[in-house]
C-alpha cells in the first residue's frame, strides 16, 4: 500500500532514530512510504546525510521540513503550514492510500487529508498529549491562553478518535480509558494497542562487546564485588530523580558495595546537588552520556535497573522505551506503578518489582526481595521482552493495521 507517514519528532533526534525509523524500514519491505518529519536545521547538518541514506537504501521517499521552535504557539502554527504545504505539494498524493499521523499535530493534518481526498487516517496517539503538557506543567491552565490551545486540543481529540480509521495506542491501560468515554460518537473505537518496541539484536547481552565492556569498568572503577544498579534516559518533566536517590540511599544501607550508573545527557550538576541534599558520596554514583549504540554495553555493567515515573492519568498511556531496552538485555526492573500497562507486564510475568508506594517502608519491602529479583534467569526477562517489545512484532501489527483499514 502507499502510506504517508507524518512524524512531528525528527528522524535525526534520537527517538526519531529509536522510535520511528526502524519501524518505517521494516514496514518499507511492504508499503510504499511517504515520510514527512520536523528537522531541527542543526540536527539536520550535523547528520551529514547518514539518515538521507539509510531512508533511501530502503526506498523511502523522505521530506525533512524545518523545525521552527520560536515564538511559542505561532512557530507551530507554521510548521503545520509547512508540512501541509509539503504534502499537498507531492507528486503521488493521489496515490496515498493511508495517512499514519504520530501524535496530535501530524493529526490536525491527517483529519484534513481525510476530508479534503478522502485518505484512510489512522491516528497514532502516542499518550494522551493535551493532559501530558498540563500534568507535566509545561502548559499552565491558570493562563487563558494555555487553557484555550488545551481546550481546542481536547476537542480535536474527540474528533481524531470518533473520525479515525483505527487509532494506534501504547497501552492497554490507555485503550480501556478510550472505550469507556461517552463523548466520542462512534464507541467502539477501533483501537489497536502496540507499544514503544525496541532492536532485540541491538540490546542483547549475549551482542554485547567484551573488550568495551572490561573498557567501561576500567574506567568507571567498577570491581566484581561491585553491586551496581542502572538508570536509563531522561530526568526531567516525568522522572523522579530524587525519589530514586532516596530509594538508592536505602539499598546503600544492606548493599553497602551498591553504585548507581546515571546513563543520560542530563547536566551532571542536576545530579551532584541532590547527592549532597541526600548525603550521598559522589564515589557511589557514577555518571556518563552515551550515543544509542552504546546503551546495551553500559546496561550490562547492571545486576538491576531502576526508573520512577508521576504516575498522573497522562502515564497511564505511557510505555516507556528503556523498558523494553532494559529487559531485552535479560535485566531485571524495579519501578513504580501507576505507569501503563508496566505493573501488569512486570507482576505477570514476575521479572521485576513494582513499588505501590514511594516512601521507605515501600523502598525496604522491594529491597528485601532484591536477592529473589538476581535470581531470575537472563533469558526468561529477554524472552518476556521479545514477547512484548520486539520490533519485529510491531512491524507485523503495523502491517495487519494497514490491511484492515485498506479493506474499509
Known sequence: ????????????????????????????????????????????????????????TSKIDWYPVIYTLKPPILSTIYNIKKIKSKILKLNNLHQIEIVHCRSYIPALIGLYLKKKLNI???????????????????????????????????QKEKKFLSQ?????????NAKNEILKRKDISNQPVPVKVIPCCV????????????????????????????????????????????????????????????KLLFITKEPKK???????????????????QARRKEVPVLLS????????????????????????????????????????DTDKIINDTKTGIVINKLNNDEYDKAIDNIESLLSISHEKIRETAIKYFSINKAIESYNNLYEIVGKK
Open 199 to 258: 532492536d532485540t539484536v541491538l540490546f542483547s547481552e549475549q551482542n554485547v562487546n567484551i573488550q568495551k565492556k572490561a573498557y567501561y569498568k576500567k574506567i568507571f572503577d567498577i570491581n566484581e564485588k561491585d553491586f551496581v544498579i542502572s538508570y536509563l534516559g531522561s530526568l526531567s518533566t516525568w522522572y523522579m530523580p530524587e525519589q530514586m536517590l532516596k530509594f538508592f540511599k536505602q539499598i546503600t544501607l544492606k548493599y553497602h558495595n551498591a
Open 120 to 154: 484512510k487516517f489512522v491516528f497514532d496517539m502516542r499518550g494522551f498529549w493535551p493532559d501530558e503538557r498540563i500534568e507535566s506543567n509545561l502548559w499552565n491552565i491558570k493562563n487563558p491562553v494555555f487553557k484555550i490551545i488545551y481546550t481546542f486540543f481536547k
Open 164 to 172: 479515525a480509521d483505527y487509532v494506534i495506542s501504547l497501552t492497554q
Open 301 to 340: 555493567l547492571s545486576k538491576i535497573s531502576i526508573f520512577f515515573i508521576k504516575p498522573v492519568f497522562s502515564k497511564k498511556a505511557s510505555s516507556p522505551t528503556k523498558m523494553g531496552e532494559i529487559m531485552s538485555m535479560g535485566i531485571p526492573i524495579i519501578c513504580n506503578t501507576g505507569i501503563g
Open 270 to 288: 542536576l545530579i551532584l546537588n541532590l547527592l549532597k541534599k541526600y548525603n550521598i558520596p559522589d564515589n557511589k554514583i557514577i555518571i556518563t
Open 1 to 56: 500500500m502507499n502510506i504517508l507517514y507524518i512524524s512531528y519528532d525528527g528522524l535525526t533526534d534520537q527517538l526519531g532514530q529509536s522510535q520511528v525509523m526502524p519501524y518505517l524500514i521494516g514496514l518499507s519491505k511492504e508499503h510504499t512510504i511517504t515520510l514527512i518529519s520536523c528537522e531541527k536545521k542543526d540536527k539536520l547538518y550535523q547528520d551529514n546525510n547518514e539518515t538521507k541514506n539509510i531512508l533511501k
